[in-house]
C-alpha cells in the first residue's frame, strides 16, 4: 500500500512553490537564507539550488523540497553538485518533523568534499548531532535513507554501486513527517545547485497476519471495536496522531485489546485494576478507566510518557 | 531498546580502587547496579577482567561497572574485547570518555554489543537522552576497539578477529577536559553479570 499524503503545510516564514515537484508536493527556503533557492523539475530530474549558512547546529538555513508521509519508508536518489562551492556545503535526503528553522530533524548527506554524513536533532531547538563517514573525494552518489518506527538508516554508494547499509540513529518523529531533499550552500553569499535523479519515495507495506486463537472456556467470544483519539503526546507513545481503531476481544476467561503503538498491531491483555480495565503489553498500558478517562502510558520509555485519549464512537 | 533505567542515583562518594589498574587508576560501579561488579588487573599479561552487571548504558543514566583514569586534551586509546559469559544480545562492553561518575552523566563511547554489532552512543548533556549510531551487526567474536580525540572530534575504529582496523566515522563532541577515560561492562539486565577480558590496552597521550 501506497500512502500518498498531498496536504501541505505551510507556515507563513516558508515561501513555498507548488507546480510540478515531481513526487514532491511543495518546496521552499526553511531558515530564510539571504539569498533565494529553487527547485525545478524536468525530464524525471530535479535541479535544486540553495544558501544558507548550514544545517547544524540550533538552526537550519537551505532549500527543502518535500511531501508528508506517515509511517515507515524509504527514500531513495542519485544527486551530484554542479560546480565548486564550499568543502561543507551539503545536499542529501531529509525527513523534518516541521519547517521551523530549529526543527528535529534527520538527515543522510554528502558534503561538497564527498565526505557523507548522517545528522538529526533529536528534539527542537537543540544541538545537532552528527556522524561523519570515511570517503575518498567527491563524485555522484546514491543515497537512501530508511524510516522504521524511530530508526532511520542511512545506505551510501558512491558511482554506480548498490547502495550499502552504513549506520542507523535513532529519532522520534511524531507522524506525519516531512520527507525531501535539501540543499545547503554553507555559505550565506552563495548558492549551490545539485541534480538528483532517480528519486523515489515508498511507503513500506505493513506486513499483515491473520491469527486465529482456539479458545476453551465458558461463555461466547465478543468482539468489538472502538474508535480512539488522543492528545499532542499520542506520537511519543507511538500513537496515531489522528483517529485510530482499538479492537476488544473477550472470551474464555481473557480480555484483550488490540491496539496500533509503533505502526503495529500490540495485544494487550488486561490485568488486575482497582478500576476500569486495564491491560498491559511489552512497555505499555491501556488503561479505560471509564468516566476517568483512557491512557496510553509507559514507565519505561524515555520521560515516562503518557498520552490522553477519549472515545469517538464505538460500534 | 530504548530502556529507562531505576535512577540509580550514586553518592560522589564511589569505594574507588586505586592504584592496582595498570593504565587506569581506579575501578566502579557507575549507578549502583543490584550485582555488585569487579575488575581484576593481571600485570603479567596486561589483560583486565571486568565484571558488570546493570540495566543498560542508556537512556537518561546508566548502570555498569567502569575501570578509568582521568585524562585532559586529545589521546587514544585502544582495546580487544572478548565476552567470556554468554547473556543478552545487548549486553555491552565499551572503550569510554565519561564527564563524571554520575548516573546520568554526560559520556561518549565505542561499544561493542555481545551480539557483534558495534555503535556510538553518546549522552550530550546531563540526564539526557543518549544517541545512538549503531553499524550493522557482524556477529560475535573478539573486537578490537579503537578511539581518538582530537580536540572536539572523536574518530573510532574497530576489527573483528585479528581484522586490520577499520575507521567507522568521526563525530563531534563537547565533552572537554578533564575526562575520566576508560573500559565498562553491563550486562543489560540486573539479574546476571558479564565478564569482558580487554586485552592489548594502550592509552596514549
New interface residues.
Given amino acids: 500500500m501506497r500512502h500518498l499524503l498531498l496536504i501541505c503545510l505551510l507556515s507563513g516564514a516558508i515561501s513555498a512553490q507548488s507546480g510540478n515537484l515531481g513526487i514532491f508536493t511543495n518546496s521552499g527556503d526553511v531558515g530564510g537564507p539571504a539569498i533565494k533557492g529553487s527547485a525545478e523539475f524536468s525530464n524525471g530530474q530535479y535541479r535544486i539550488t540553495g544558501s544558507g549558512a548550514n544545517m547544524f547546529g540550533k538552526q537550519d538555513q537551505f532549500h527543502y523540497i518535500w511531501r508528508e508521509v506517515s509511517g515507515n519508508f524509504t527514500i531513495a536518489a542519485t544527486m551530484r553538485f554542479l560546480g565548486q562551492g564550499a568543502d561543507h556545503r551539503k545536499a542529501g535526503i531529509m525527513v523534518r518533523q516541521t519547517l521551523d528553522t530549529d526543527a528535529a530533524y534527520a538527515d543522510v548527506v554528502i558534503h561538497g568534499t564527498g565526505m557523507p554524513g548522517l545528522q538529526w536533532r533529536s528534539k527542537q531547538g537543540e544541538d545537532t548531532n552528527v556522524f561523519d563517514i570515511p570517503f575518498d573525494g567527491p563524485g555522484t552518489f546514491r543515497i537512501q535513507l530508511v524510516r522504521t518506527g524511530v530508526r532511520i538508516y542511512m545506505y551510501i554508494a558512491k558511482g554506480g554501486a548498490e547502495p550499502k547499509e552504513i549506520a542507523h540513529t535513532e529519532v522520534s518523529f511524531r507522524n506525519p513527517v516531512l520527507v525531501g531533499l535539501a540543499v545547503c550552500s554553507h555559505r550565506t553569499d552563495a548558492s549551490d545547485t545539485v541534480v538528483f535523479s532517480d528519486v523515489s519515495v515508498e511507503a513500506q507495506a505493513p506486513a499483515r497476519a491473520d491469527l486465529t486463537l482456539s479458545l476453551t472456556g465458558p461463555g461466547a467470544i465478543s468482539r468489538h471495536v472502538a474508535e480512539f483519539q488522543c492528545d499532542e503526546h499520542a506520537g511519543a507513545l507511538g500513537l496515531p496522531s489522528g483517529p485510530f481503531a482499538v479492537e476488544y476481544v473477550n472470551g474464555a476467561g481473557n480480555s484483550l485489546a488490540v491496539v496500533p503503538v509503533g505502526g503495529r498491531s500490540l495485544i494487550f491483555s488486561n490485568v488486575t485494576s482497582g478500576s476500569g480495565a486495564r491491560y498491559a503489553a511489552d512497555r505499555y498500558i491501556w488503561w479505560d478507566a471509564g468516566s476517568r478517562g483512557v491512557h496510553l502510558y509507559s514507565d519505561s520509555l524515555a520521560g515516562k510518557a503518557e498520552t490522553s485519549c477519549h472515545a469517538l464512537s464505538a460500534n | 531498546m530504548?530502556?529507562?533505567l531505576l535512577m540509580g542515583l550514586l553518592a560522589a562518594s564511589a569505594f574507588a580502587q586505586a592504584g592496582k589498574f595498570g593504565s587506569f587508576s581506579n575501578s566502579d560501579d557507575i549507578g549502583a547496579p543490584p550485582r555488585k561488579g569487579a575488575a581484576e588487573f593481571d600485570a603479567s599479561t596486561g589483560q583486565y577482567k571486568i565484571t558488570g552487571s546493570g540495566t543498560d548504558i542508556w537512556?537518561?543514566a546508566d548502570q555498569f561497572h567502569y575501570v578509568w583514569r582521568e585524562m585532559s586534551g586529545n589521546f587514544a586509546v585502544t582495546a580487544t574485547a572478548q565476552f567470556l559469559t554468554d547473556g543478552i544480545a545487548h549486553r555491552k562492553a565499551v572503550l569510554m570518555l565519561r564527564k563524571r561518575l554520575d548516573a546520568d552523566s554526560p559520556f561518549v563511547h565505542l561499544a561493542i554489543h555481545g551480539d557483534g554489532m558495534p555503535a556510538?552512543q553518546?549522552r550530550?548533556t546531563k540526564a539526557d537522552?543518549t544517541?545512538?549510531?549503531?553499524?550493522?551487526i557482524e556477529g560475535p567474536g573478539t573486537w578490537k576497539l579503537k578511539l581518538v580525540r582530537q580536540g572536539t572530534t572523536i574518530t573510532v575504529w574497530v576489527s573483528k578477529d585479528g581484522a586490520p582496523l577499520r575507521?567507522?566515522?568521526?563525530?563531534?563532541n563537547q565533552l572537554g577536559s578533564p575526562v575520566l577515560v576508560g573500559l565498562g561492562v553491563s550486562s543489560h539486565t540486573q539479574e546476571a553479570s558479564n565478564t569482558v577480558l580487554f586485552s592489548d590496552v594502550s592509552v596514549e597521550q
Fill in positions: 530504548r530502556e529507562l537512556g537518561k556510538v553518546f550530550n537522552d544517541n545512538t549510531v549503531d553499524f550493522p575507521e567507522l566515522g568521526h563525530t563531534t
